[in-house]
C-alpha cells in the first residue's frame, strides 16, 4: 500500500491515457460485475474503472484466489485506495486538490464546512493535512472580510444602533458549528494574523451562547444552586469553559462585555474550572470594576451549607481592584495622579457606593457569617467612602437579620461606621436606632453637637481638618520613600475632608432655607426667628429628652448570667 502523507505528494509515472468519454462509453450500459462492501452497506460497481485507479483495489484483485471475485469488502474505512496519478491521470487525489485550492480555500463557509466534517475522520484527516489548511483558510478569509467590511464600518459608525448591529461579521455565528478544539485553533489563527480583537470577543460570546446549552442559557447567566448531572456533559462544558478563557484577547484596547465575564465566572465556578480559569477571569472584572452593576456581583453559592451568595469571590475581585489601584499611582509618581478629579479616586469612589449597596443586599442572608460580612467592609480604605449612609444602612440591616449577635459582635460591627461621616438624615436615624450599641448612639449625638456648635458659630469644622493634617506632618527625619508615602495619605486625608465639607455645606444651606421658610410661616402667630431657633435646638439636645423628662429606649437583647433573655435600657444622661 502507498502511503500518502499528503494530498500533493505523491509519485508520478508515465500511465497510458484513456479518455473519460471513452470510458464512460463503455460502462454507461454495462451492468455492474463486482460488489463493494463498506461497513456493511453494498455497492455494485464496475470492476475495470475501480482496478484502473485504485491501488489497494488493484492488489485485492490480484491477491483473490479466484479469478472471477465477484465481491471484494473494505475494512476499517476511511482508509488510503492509492488512487494517485501512478495509476489514473487526474485522479482522486488530483481532483481532491483542485476542489480543495480552488473551491474550499477560496471561501470561508466551505473552509468551515470542511473543517466540521473533519471531526469525524481523526487521525487520518490531520496526517494528510486537510484542517491545518482549513485554519489557515477562515483566518485568511476572515481578515480580508475585515478589510473590504472597513468602509461599511466607517458607515455604521454615523447610522443607527440597528444598522450598527448589522455590520458585525457573518462569518462568527459559523464558527459555532466546529467543535472546541478546531475553535481554538482558527481563533488562535485569527489572531496571528490580525483579525481584530472586538470580532474575537464576538465570536467567543456567540460560542459560549451557542456551546454551552448543557445547563440552559438562562442558567449560564443566572444559575442555581446545581451542577450538571451527567458527568460527560460537565467535562465537555468544563473544557469549553476554560478554553474560551484562555482565547481572550490581552489588548486593553478590547472591551469585552462585563455581563460575558460574569457569565463565564459563574459558569466557571458551577463546572468546577480551574483555579488559573477563575482567577482570570476575576481579574479581569477587577479591571473595569467602576462600571460592574449591583446584580453582576450577586452571584450565587454553590457551596451546600454556606452563604446564599459567594462572598469570597467578590473579596478576590475586590483585592484585584485594589491593587490594580496601588499599581496606576505607582506609575505616576506625581501628584496629578492624587487629585480630586483623578481616574482612580473617582473609580475607587465609585467601587465604594457599589460595595455598600452590594453589603445592603447580601446583609438579610441568615447564613452569612459576621467574619464575611466584616471582611467585606474593612476591606475598602476609608477615602473609598465621602458619607457613610450606605454603610451604616448596611449594618443596619444585618443586625436587624442577625438578631443573636452579643453586644461585643454588635461592636465589632458597629466601629467601621465614622459618626463625623454620616448625614443629617442618617443622624437621626442612628439615634432612635435601638439596634445600635448604647456607645454607638452616643458618639452620634456627641457630633451632632459638635457640628450645631460649628454650624452656629459659622465655622465649616476646619478644627476637625487642622486636626488631621496636624497629625501627619511627615518628619524630616523620614526616608523620602516613607515621606511621600506619607504625603499620599494626607493628600487622601485632604480630599476626603473637602469631599466631607461639601456634603456639610449642602446640608447646611437645606436647613437654611428651612428655617427661612419657617420665619415666614410663623411670622403671623408672633413668632420671631430667635425663639423657633431656640426651640429647635431644644429639641435636639444631647442629654435632654422630649420636654425636658428623661429619655427611655429599648436595647438589644442580652442574656443575663441565669441564661434568660432579658430587654436592658438605655437611660441618657440628665
Known amino acids: 500500500m502507498v502511503s500518502e502523507t499528503s494530498f500533493s505528494s505523491y509519485n508520478r509515472s508515465p500511465t497510458p491515457k484513456f479518455c473519460n468519454s471513452f470510458t464512460t462509453r463503455i460502462f454507461s450500459d454495462v451492468a455492474g460485475d463486482v460488489t463493494i462492501v463498506v461497513d456493511g452497506d453494498s455497492f455494485l460497481l464496475h470492476k475495470f474503472p475501480l482496478v484502473s485507479r485504485s491501488g489497494k483495489i488493484r492488489k485485492m484483485v490480484a491477491d483473490a484466489k479466484d479469478s472471477n471475485i465477484s465481491k471484494l469488502e473494505l475494512l476499517n474505512l476511511p482508509e488510503y485506495l492509492e488512487m494517485t496519478?501512478?495509476?489514473?491521470?487526474?485522479?482522486?487525489?488530483?481532483?481532491?486538490?483542485?476542489?480543495?485550492?480552488?473551491?474550499?480555500?477560496?471561501?470561508?463557509?466551505?473552509?468551515?464546512?470542511?473543517?466540521?466534517?473533519?471531526?469525524?475522520?481523526?487521525?487520518?484527516a490531520e496526517e494528510v493535512g486537510i484542517p491545518s489548511r482549513c485554519v489557515e483558510a477562515i483566518a485568511m478569509n476572515a481578515c480580508k472580510e475585515q478589510l473590504v467590511s472597513g468602509l461599511s464600518r466607517l458607515e455604521c459608525d454615523s447610522e443607527s444602533t440597528e444598522l450598527r448591529s448589522g455590520c458585525l461579521e457573518w462569518w462568527v455565528e459559523d464558527l459555532s458549528v466546529l467543535r472546541i478544539d478546531f475553535y481554538q485553533r482558527v481563533i488562535c489563527a485569527m489572531g496571528r494574523m490580525g483579525v481584530r480583537p472586538d470580532s474575537i470577543v464576538g465570536s467567543l460570546v456567540h460560542y459560549a451562547q451557542a456551546s454551552l446549552k448543557?445547563?440552559?442559557?438562562?442558567?449560564?447567566?443566572?444559575?442555581?444552586?446545581?451542577?450538571?448531572?451527567?458527568?460527560?456533559?460537565?467535562?465537555?462544558?468544563?473544557?469549553?469553559?476554560?478554553?474560551?478563557?484562555?482565547?481572550?484577547?490581552?489588548?486593553?484596547?478590547?472591551?469585552?462585555?462585563?455581563?460575558?465575564?460574569?457569565?463565564?465566572?459563574?459558569?466557571?465556578?458551577?463546572?468546577?474550572?480551574?483555579?488559573?480559569?477563575?482567577?482570570?477571569?476575576?481579574?479581569?472584572?477587577?479591571?473595569?470594576?467602576?462600571?460592574v452593576l449591583l446584580d453582576d456581583l450577586l452571584i450565587p453559592s454553590v457551596q451546600t451549607g454556606d452563604s446564599l451568595f459567594d462572598v469570597d469571590t467578590v473579596h478576590r475581585i475586590l483585592v484585584n481592584f485594589l491593587q490594580r489601584i496601588e499599581e496606576e499611582e505607582n506609575e505616576d509618581c506625581g501628584y496629578e495622579s492624587e487629585c480630586l478629579g483623578s481616574p482612580s479616586h473617582g473609580s475607587m469612589?465609585?467601587?465604594?457606593?457599589?460595595?455598600?449597596?452590594?453589603?445592603?443586599?447580601?446583609?438579610?442572608?441568615?447564613?452569612?457569617?459576621?467574619?464575611?460580612?466584616?471582611?467585606?467592609?474593612?476591606?475598602?480604605?476609608?477615602?473609598?467612602?465621602?458619607?457613610?449612609?450606605?454603610?451604616?444602612?448596611?449594618?443596619?440591616?444585618?443586625?436587624?437579620?442577625?438578631?443573636?449577635?452579643?453586644?461585643?459582635?454588635?461592636?465589632?460591627?458597629?466601629?467601621?461606621?465614622?459618626?463625623?461621616?454620616?448625614?443629617?438624615?442618617?443622624?437621626?436615624?442612628?439615634?432612635q436606632n435601638d439596634r445600635l450599641p448604647v456607645q454607638m448612639a452616643v458618639r452620634v449625638l456627641y457630633f451632632e453637637q459638635l457640628r450645631l456648635k460649628d454650624a452656629l458659630s459659622g465655622s465649616s469644622g476646619d478644627g476637625f481638618l487642622s486636626q488631621r493634617i496636624s497629625s501627619g506632618v511627615p518628619s524630616a527625619a523620614m526616608s523620602p520613600r516613607d515621606n511621600y508615602a506619607s504625603l499620599r495619605r494626607e493628600n487622601r486625608e485632604l480630599k476626603l475632608e473637602v469631599s466631607r465639607m461639601r456634603v456639610r455645606l449642602s446640608e447646611l444651606e437645606k436647613e437654611q432655607t428651612f428655617m427661612k421658610q419657617g420665619m415666614i410661616d410663623k411670622a403671623g402667630n408672633g413668632k420671631t426667628f430667635l425663639t423657633s431657633l431656640s426651640k429647635g435646638i431644644g429639641?435636639?439636645?444631647?442629654?435632654?429628652?422630649?420636654?425636658?423628662?428623661?429619655?427611655?429606649?429599648?436595647?438589644?437583647?442580652?442574656?443575663g448570667a441565669d441564661g434568660k433573655t432579658g430587654r436592658s435600657r438605655r437611660h441618657s444622661v440628665s
Not at 455598600?356 to 476591606?379: G, N, V, W
Not at 425636658?548 to 442574656?559: D, Q, V
Open 85 to 124: 496519478e501512478s495509476y489514473r491521470e487526474e485522479n482522486l487525489i488530483e481532483r481532491t486538490e483542485i476542489y480543495l485550492n480552488e473551491v474550499v480555500v477560496q471561501s470561508l463557509e466551505k473552509s468551515v464546512e470542511v473543517l466540521s466534517t473533519c471531526e469525524m475522520l481523526p487521525p487520518i
Open 214 to 291: 448543557g445547563i440552559g442559557k438562562c442558567q449560564i447567566w443566572n444559575p442555581a444552586r446545581t451542577r450538571p448531572t451527567s458527568g460527560l456533559v460537565e467535562n465537555d462544558q468544563k473544557a469549553i469553559v476554560e478554553t474560551l478563557v484562555s482565547l481572550m484577547p490581552t489588548e486593553k484596547s478590547s472591551s469585552i462585555p462585563m455581563n460575558f465575564l460574569f457569565g463565564m465566572l459563574r459558569m466557571a465556578i458551577m463546572v468546577d474550572a480551574t483555579i488559573a480559569c477563575k482567577l482570570e477571569l476575576e481579574r479581569r472584572i477587577a479591571l473595569r470594576l467602576e462600571v
Open 349 to 431: 469612589l465609585k467601587v465604594g457606593q457599589l460595595i455598600d449597596a452590594y453589603l445592603a443586599e447580601i446583609a438579610p442572608d441568615p447564613y452569612l457569617s459576621l467574619q464575611k460580612f466584616i471582611a467585606t467592609i474593612e476591606i475598602l480604605p476609608d477615602y473609598a467612602r465621602v458619607i457613610d449612609d450606605g454603610l451604616y444602612r448596611a449594618i443596619d440591616i444585618y443586625l436587624k437579620a442577625h438578631s443573636m449577635l452579643t453586644d461585643n459582635e454588635c461592636k465589632k460591627l458597629c466601629k467601621f461606621i465614622d459618626c463625623q461621616k454620616l448625614s443629617q438624615e442618617a443622624c437621626n436615624h442612628a439615634a
Open 539 to 559: 429639641r435636639i439636645g444631647i442629654f435632654s429628652g422630649p420636654a425636658g423628662g428623661k429619655r427611655h429606649k429599648n436595647g438589644r437583647k442580652s442574656r
